[in-house]
């Protein structure tokens, strides 16, 4: 596991990591600098995954809530 600030991330931020670097190179190869301006934004399964991987590093994977 990768360490930052004395912390050993988890899988789920881990996979963050993974997804935040193919949003941004998705982003860059069109020319974007966010989402909400491509065409495809709405059924676009990279973003889709993006959201589910970003909710997943905040709830651990867990349904439901997730504390802040």
């Known amino acids: 596991m990768q360490k930052i600030d004395n912390q050993e991330k988890d899988k789920f931020e881990l996979h963050l990591d993974e997804m ?3 949003i941004q ?3 860059k190869n069109k020319d974007l600098i ?3 301006k491509c065409e495809h934004y ?3 399964e ?7 991987s970003v909710y ?8 439901g809530g997730f504390e802040f």
């Open 20 to 22: 935040v670097i193919k």
């Open 25 to 27: 190179s998705c982003q």
């Open 56 to 63: 997943n590093s905040m709830s651990k994977g867990d349904t």
């Open 34 to 36: 966010s989402c909400s």
């Open 42 to 44: 709405f059924n676009c």
């Open 46 to 52: 990279l973003r889709t995954d993006y959201v589910k």
